[in-house]
C-alpha cells in the first residue's frame, strides 16, 4: 500500500518558556523628555532688586490652568510608560479578552488555542459557575488550560485550582505544566505515599498552587479534597479532563466530583457532548453547578423527549418542526458555556503563526537550491550524502543536526547551545525534542502527522502495529510523540544486543494486548523474529533496497498468523523517495545483487535520472499511486 503523506504542514515552535516574572510597578509620575518639572518655589527677586509686580486674578488662573496641563501631560506619560514596560515584559492581552499571559507563550499558541483561552476568561468574567472545552483530540485542550491558569494566577484572580484526569495522564499533565509555566506550585496527590499526598494537599491548600489527581484518588479521598483543617475548603476552579468520564449522573465517580466545592467548574472533553442529550444534561449539570439546564426530571420532559421523538422515522411533521425548534433553543441555552472546534474547522489557522518554521516542502526547495547540491550534477563525485539529506528532510527535518535545525527555523539558537563542547552542534535535533510538544513534533513532519492518526485508528479498531524505521533517531522521535499519547510501546534496535533480552520483549508483546505497537529498526527486524500478535505493519522509511523492507514485514507473516496482514509503505509524494520507489517498482531492483555495491547505488543512475531525484515534483498527488491503482484496475 503506497501511503502518500502531503508536505504542506507547518508546526508550532513549542518551546517551554519561562514563568512570567511579576509585572514591575509603574515609576513614580515625573517630567518626561522636554517637560518643564513643576515649580513650586517662592518668586524670586527680579533684577535690580525690586519684586515682581502682583499678577492680576486672570494671570493666576491662567498660570493655574498651565500647570494643570502639565500634571495632565506627566501622568499621561508615565501611563504610556507603564505600558511599554509591560510590553517589553511580555505580556498580552489574549485577543482583546482583558487577560494578560506572557508574551512567548501567546507567541506559541496557535489562533484557535488564543481564542479558547479567551473563551475560558470570559466565563469568569462574565461571572458563570463553569463551561465545557471540546475540542478535537489534538488541538492543544492541556495548554488552553495551561495558559488561561498561568493568566489567572498573574492577575491574583484565583488561588486554589483542583484538577481531574485519568491516572494515565497525570504524568503528561505534570510536564505540560514544568514545560510552560515552570514558575506556578503545582503539586500531586497521586502515589501510594498518603503522607506525601497530605502533604502536598496542605501546601496548595494554605499558600497557592494547582493539585493533580486522577478520578480513582477523588473517589477514595473526596473528603480530604473538599475539607482542610475539618472545614468545608471551596476550590477557586475543578477542572475535569475526559470528562466524559462522568457523562452517568449516577455513578461514583460522577456523586464525588459533585461533592467537591468550587466556585467555578470545567470540563475538557474530545467528544462532542451534543449528540447524546442525556450525557449532555450530566456534563453541563455539573459544570453550571445544576444552574442551567435544570433536573434530569425536567431536562428529559422538556427537551430530551420532543427532540428524541423528532429524530423517530414515524414523527410526523409537527413533531419533527416542535423536535427542530426545541433543539435550536436548547443550542442557544448552552452556546455561551460551550466550545467545540474540530480539525476541519481550524485547518487554515495554522498557518498564521508568527513564529511558525517553514513547511517542509520549502526546507526541501532551500536545500535543492544550495551551491554544492547543484555542484553534484555537475562532477563525477558520488551524490549519496546529498541523497541521504534529502532522504532525512521525508522522513523528519529533526533528523539533521541540530546546528541546521536552527538554520531551518526549527530550533532556537540558545537551545542548540545547551550542548557541551563543538560536538553539540553535530548532534541529532532528535536530541533536542524533550522542550518540545509531541503536537509540535508531529507538525514538523507529514509523514509523523499521517503516522500517528494511522495509528490511533488502529488502536480503536484493535490492531496492533509494528512499526520499522531504518533509524535510531526516528524511531526516538516516533517514541516521544507515542508516549505522549498514552500508547504503551515495546522496542527493540540495534542497542539490545542480547538475545534472552530480546526475546523477552518479544514474548511480552506477544503476550500482553496492552502493547499496541512495537517500533523495530529494520535491520533487527529482519533476523529470526517471530511477532505474529501484530496483524498491522508500517514501514516508516521505506529502504534504498527492497529485499530490506521485505524481511522486515516477514514478521508478522510467519506462521501460526491467523489474521490478514495489511502493510502501509509511508513515501512522501514527488520526492527522491517516490522516484526511487517507482523506480524498483516499474524497472529493477536499486541495488543489483550480483555486484553486491550496496553502499553507492546510485552509481548505475545516469544523468538525466540523477537530475529527476534532484527535483521536487506535486507533492498533492502521487503519480506512482494513480499508476499502481490503474494496473491493478486491468
Given at each position: 500500500t503506497l501511503c502518500a503523506a502531503a508536505k504542506e504542514t507547518t508546526a508550532a515552535t513549542d518551546c517551554s518558556p519561562p514563568h512570567p516574572p511579576a509585572r514591575p510597578l509603574p515609576p513614580s509620575p515625573g517630567p518626561g523628555p522636554g517637560q518643564v518639572p513643576l515649580d513650586t518655589r517662592r518668586p524670586q527677586a527680579a533684577a535690580g532688586g525690586s519684586m515682581a509686580a502682583p499678577r492680576s486674578p486672570g494671570d493666576f488662573a491662567e498660570k493655574l490652568q498651565g500647570r494643570i496641563q502639565r500634571v495632565e501631560e506627566v501622568l499621561a506619560a508615565a501611563a504610556e510608560q507603564e505600558e511599554e514596560e509591560e510590553e517589553e515584559e511580555g505580556f498580552v492581552d489574549v485577543c482583546g479578552s482583558g487577560l494578560l499571559i506572557y508574551g512567548e507563550m501567546h507567541g506559541k499558541l496557535f489562533q484557535h488555542q488564543r481564542e479558547g483561552v479567551a473563551f475560558l476568561y470570559r466565563l469568569h468574567r462574565e461571572g458563570r459557575p463553569g463551561g465545557i472545552l471540546a475540542d478535537d483530540m489534538g488541538l492543544g485542550k492541556t495548554i488552553q488550560v495551561i495558559a488561561f491558569l498561568s493568566g489567572m494566577f498573574d492577575a491574583e484572580l484565583i488561588q486554589h485550582v483542583l484538577l481531574v484526569m485519568p491516572t494515565t495522564l497525570v504524568s503528561s499533565w505534570l510536564a505540560e505544566f514544568a514545560r510552560w509555566t515552570p514558575g506556578l506550585r503545582v503539586k500531586e496527590f497521586h502515589g501510594t505515599s498518603k503522607t506525601e499526598r497530605t502533604r502536598n494537599l496542605e501546601r496548595v491548600q494554605r499558600k497557592d498552587g494547582i493539585i493533580i489527581t486522577s478520578y480513582q484518588m477523588l473517589v477514595n479521598n473526596w473528603k480530604q479534597l473538599a475539607t482542610s483543617h475539618e472545614q468545608e475548603f471551596v476550590w477557586d476552579y475543578v477542572i475535569l479532563d475526559e470528562a466524559h468520564k462522568i457523562k452517568c449522573p449516577s455513578n461514583k465517580t460522577t456523586k464525588c466530583v459533585h461533592a467537591i466545592p468550587a466556585k467555578h467548574r470545567l470540563l475538557l472533553t474530545g467528544t462532542p457532548v451534543q449528540n447524546n442529550l442525556r450525557e449532555m444534561w450530566s456534563l453541563f449539570d455539573f459544570a453550571c453547578q445544576g444552574s442551567l439546564l435544570g433536573t434530569a426530571k425536567t431536562f428529559k420532559m422538556e427537551y430530551e423527549n420532543p427532540i428524541t421523538r423528532a429524530r423517530e422515522k414515524d414523527a410526523t411533521l409537527g413533531e419533527k418542526a416542535l423536535g427542530l425548534k426545541i433543539s435550536e433553543n436548547l443550542m442557544t441555552i448552552i452556546k455561551p458555556y460551550f466550545l467545540r472546534r474540530t480539525k476541519e474547522d481550524i485547518k487554515n489557522n495554522h498557518t498564521d503563526k508568527p513564529d511558525a518554521p517553514l513547511p517542509e516542502n520549502k526546507i526541501y526547495r532551500n536545500f535543492l537550491s544550495l551551491d554544492h547540491v547543484k555542484e553534484v550534477l555537475m562532477t563525477t563525485r558520488s551524490p549519496l550524502a546529498e541523497l541521504t539529506v534529502l532522504k532525512k528532510l521525508c522522513d523528519h527535518p529533526r533528523l539533521l543536526p541540530a546546528r541546521a535545525c536552527v538554520q531551518l527555523g526549527l530550533e532556537e539558537q540558545e537551545h542548540s547551545e545547551q550542548g557541551h563542547g563543538s560536538e553539540a552542534g553535530m548532534l541529532s535535533g532528535a536530541n533536542e525534542i524533550d522542550h518540545l510538544s509531541?503536537?509540535?513534533?508531529?507538525?514538523?513532519?507529514?509523514?509523523?502527522?499521517?503516522?500517528?492518526?494511522?495509528?490511533?485508528?488502529?488502536?480503536?479498531?484493535?490492531?496492533?502495529?509494528?512499526?520499522?524505521?531504518?533509524?535510531?533517531?526516528?524511531?526516538?522521535?516516533?517514541?516521544?510523540?507515542?508516549?505522549?499519547?498514552?500508547?504503551?510501546?515495546?522496542?527493540?534496535?540495534?542497542?539490545?544486543?542480547?538475545?534472552?533480552?530480546?526475546?523477552?520483549?518479544?514474548?511480552?508483546?506477544?503476550?500482553?494486548?496492552?502493547?499496541?505497537?512495537?517500533?523495530?529498526?529494520?535491520?533487527?527486524?529482519?533476523?529470526?523474529?517471530?511477532?505474529?500478535?501484530?496483524?498491522?505493519?508500517?514501514?516508516?522509511?521505506?529502504s534504498w533496497n527492497p529485499a530490506t523492507d521485505a524481511q522486515a514485514v516477514d514478521r508478522a507473516y510467519r506462521i501460526g498468523q491467523?489474521?490478514?496482514?495489511?502493510?502501509?509503505?509511508?513515501?512522501?509524494?514527488?520526492?527522491?523517495?517516490?522516484?526511487?520507489?517507482?523506480?524498483?517498482?516499474?524497472?529493477?531492483?536499486?541495488?543489483?545483487?550480483?555486484?553486491?555495491?550496496?553502499?553507492?547505488?546510485?552509481?548505475?543512475?545516469?544523468?538525466?535520472?540523477?537530475?529527476?531525484?534532484?527535483?521536487?515534483?506535486?507533492?498533492?498527488?502521487?503519480?506512482?499511486?494513480?499508476?499502481?491503482?490503474?494496473?491493478?484496475?486491468?
Open positions: 509531541d503536537e509540535t513534533v508531529i507538525q514538523e513532519s507529514g509523514k509523523m502527522l499521517f503516522l500517528v492518526g494511522l495509528l490511533e485508528r488502529l488502536r480503536e479498531e484493535g490492531h496492533r502495529t509494528l512499526v520499522f524505521s531504518q533509524s535510531r533517531k526516528m524511531l526516538d522521535i516516533i517514541e516521544h510523540v507515542l508516549s505522549c499519547r498514552q500508547f504503551k510501546i515495546m522496542r527493540i534496535d540495534g542497542t539490545i544486543a542480547h538475545l534472552t533480552e530480546r526475546e523477552k520483549r518479544i514474548n511480552a508483546f506477544q503476550s500482553n494486548k496492552d502493547y499496541s505497537v512495537f517500533l523495530l529498526t529494520t535491520q533487527v527486524g529482519g533476523v529470526g523474529i517471530t511477532l505474529t500478535a501484530a496483524s498491522r505493519v508500517v514501514i516508516f522509511d521505506p491467523k489474521e490478514n496482514v495489511v502493510i502501509y509503505r509511508l513515501i512522501t509524494c514527488g520526492t527522491v523517495e517516490e522516484k526511487i520507489y517507482r523506480r524498483q517498482v516499474f524497472k529493477d531492483s536499486l541495488i543489483r545483487q550480483t555486484t553486491g555495491d550496496k553502499k553507492n547505488p546510485f552509481r548505475y543512475f545516469s544523468k538525466q535520472e540523477l537530475r529527476e531525484l534532484f527535483t521536487l515534483e506535486d507533492t498533492r498527488t502521487s503519480a506512482t499511486q494513480i499508476q499502481l491503482q490503474s494496473l491493478n484496475e486491468i
